[in-house]
């Protein structure tokens, strides 16, 4: 995922007034709506994380493995903090897998490894949120399986696939954008000539700046909307597409 360069104290703090606000205004519903994102929200970090430090580890850098993250614990992987902005403002982050591109085998050049290991994370996220679509298939419109079930407990379950591939959509996309901190920034680096690479990294504090504004302002709904929606609707279309050669 990655790692802000900002304050704890001051994010919890943030955090713990937008909670506030939110939980005023959102009443029992949305309460309830929160709640049914976390399962959604603990699958999406915790494998986005884990594809960082097992490709990692194949690539020849043992570092994760040495710190423990190369599991599906979410204890493993979920910072507080990043965790409840996620459910709460909409983005968010995992506990940062620790690299040392030193210790890559070599069969690629250490920007393009440390590119792969970067684009585990998201590759990962649109796999869960295709694997889940085809659950939602599988159960709602193929076997109807769930149609024994409570009216509730069909909400309940419609509610948690849906959210948890929404949610790994959106933090796949999220992750993609070529901006510091997030993985889209490391992946574009490799494609850098060297003269870029050097004014990347000059200026990677401007970009920071430039992410929080992005994202406190909203602004980037007005990219990040389209994408999200042409992802979903493009990973609908092929889900559609398999189930109906089998049925």
Known sequence: MFNFMFDKK???I???VILGLWLISAGTNG???????IPGVLIALTFHEFAHAWVANKLGDETPKIQGRLNLNPFSHIDPVGFAFLIVAGFGWGKPVQIDPRNFNGKYS???AEAIVSAAGPIMNFILAFVFLILYYILFVVTDAVSSLSGMWQQVIFAIITYTVSINIGLGVFNLIPLPPLDGSKILMHFLPYKGKEWFYRNQQIFYI???ILFIT???SV???PIFNAVF????????KLIGLFV
């Open 10 to 12: 001051t994010l919890t």
């Open 14 to 16: 943030i955090l713990v």
């Open 31 to 37: 309460i309830l709506n929160l709640l049914l994102t």
């Open 110 to 112: 250490i920007s393009k």
């Open 210 to 212: 430039v992410f929080l």
């Open 218 to 220: 909203r602004l980037s």
């Open 223 to 225: 990219v990040l909307d």
């Open 233 to 240: 609707n493009g990973m609908n279309w092929v889900v559609a």
